[in-house]
């Protein structure tokens, strides 16, 4: 298993350029997320997807968009990329299910670093 | 809402001493609790979790932490840190059961641990 697999590694963009980062995992997994990491800021949820066909808000969504392809994969666009959108992302997904053995941890992707300039 | 407070964003500690990290949270509902590390221009991995019964949580790498619930407090703790522990440290939250925010995690900043020799 690849766990969770995000592409590219690097991007440097111009100011005003656009630009999807990609994710998918393999672990069947129902929910995903998108974070950015910023010195001092600990991660900050962008969006999220709990589940397939849904798509949510989370703490900084402005600047971006997401799309939830199917269950494996949750893309990230920056429609006019800002040198505030430079930073680290991380995609994660996990599974929350209500039976015994339930398991809410996150299993993170090795992150894509972003410099706009 | 949530939030995660990880008291200390830098703890220096010589290789062999005893560590500890804190962490506080807030939440009206009950929650879930984690301790990811993240390895320089790595992702995060999972160190430990709380979900339910004893409140001490024994994780890799020789970790543990301690659910206070009294307190609202998950405090990760080594008796003999490494040189190879030298990184940073999250802690997060999860709300138990809240809908379409189910599994959805809060972060807390971050701590540095380094390892000196």
């Known amino acids: 298993n690849a766990g969770v697999t995000q592409t590219p590694k690097f991007q440097v963009l111009k100011t005003g350029q656009s630009m999807t980062l990609q994710c998918a995992q393999d672990?069947?997994?129902?929910?995903m997320y998108w974070y950015r990491q910023d010195p001092g800021m600990g991660l900050r949820l962008i969006y999220y997807s709990a589940s397939e066909g849904t798509t949510d808000k989370g703490e900084v969504p402005n600047g971006y968009n997401v799309s939830r392809l199917n269950k494996r994969e949750f893309s990230l666009r920056l429609e006019s990329a800002a040198p505030s959108q430079t930073s680290v992302y991380f995609c994660a997904s996990s599974v929350q299910t209500a039976t015994g053995g339930l398991s809410y941890e996150q299993y993170f992707g090795p992150g894509t670093r972003l410099t706009v300039t | 809402a949530q939030s995660v407070t990880q008291l200390d964003s830098q703890v220096p500690v010589f290789e062999e001493a005893p560590v500890e990290l804190r962490c506080n949270y807030s939440?009206?509902?009950?929650?879930?609790l984690f301790w990811y590390v993240q390895y320089p221009n790595q992702g995060l991995q999972l160190l430990l979790k709380?979900?339910?019964?004893?409140?001490l949580v024994k994780g890799i790498n020789g970790f543990e932490a301690e659910f206070n619930k009294s307190q609202t407090s998950f405090h990760l703790r080594k008796p003999s840190v490494h040189i190879s522990d030298t990184a940073e440290y999250f802690c997060?939250?999860?709300?138990?059961?809240?809908?379409?925010?189910?599994?959805?995690?809060?972060f807390g900043r971050g701590t540095q641990l380094t390892v000196w020799p």
């Open positions: 709380y979900l339910s019964g004893s409140t």
């Open positions: 997060a939250v999860s709300e138990v059961g809240r809908g379409s925010t189910l599994g959805r995690l809060y």
């Open positions: 672990m069947n997994h129902n929910s």
């Open positions: 939440s009206s509902v009950s929650v879930y």
